[in-house]
Nanobody
């Protein structure tokens, strides 16, 4: 079955960086668009980055220029490099196979001011 396992979250000061990783298995990874979303307490889950099977990327304005999504189809991995982190980036970050109900368990990112 589809498995998505996120890692790399943690506590970081404002202005710092983190790199999240998502290990995927159980499906044809290279054929799918992958995404990272986040959910802060009391807020709806929001998409922060997506990458198509051939490497095209898309970001909302809230993270554009600070976050970079990438993928390694040989390793079935998708990454989210987060720079210039802000306290408002604090959330649980989830990896997702776009267009499917398959989500990882999430990894907590906390940015202190």
């Amino acid at each position: 079955q589809v498995q998505l396992v996120e890692s790399g979250g943690g506590l970081v000061q404002a202005g710092g960086s983190l790199r999240l990783s998502c290990a995927a298995s159980g499906f044809i990874f290279s054929a799918n668009t992958m995404g990272w979303s986040r959910q802060a307490p009391g807020k709806q889950r929001e998409l922060v980055a997506l990458i198509t099977h051939d490497g095209s990327t898309k970001y909302p304005d809230s993270v554009k220029g600070r976050f970079t999504i990438s993928r390694d189809n040989a390793k079935n991995m998708v990454y989210l490099q987060m720079n210039s982190l802000k306290p408002e980036d604090t959330a649980v970050y989830y990896c997702n196979v776009r267009g499917t109900p398959n989500w990882g368990q999430g990894t907590q990112v906390t940015v202190s001011s």
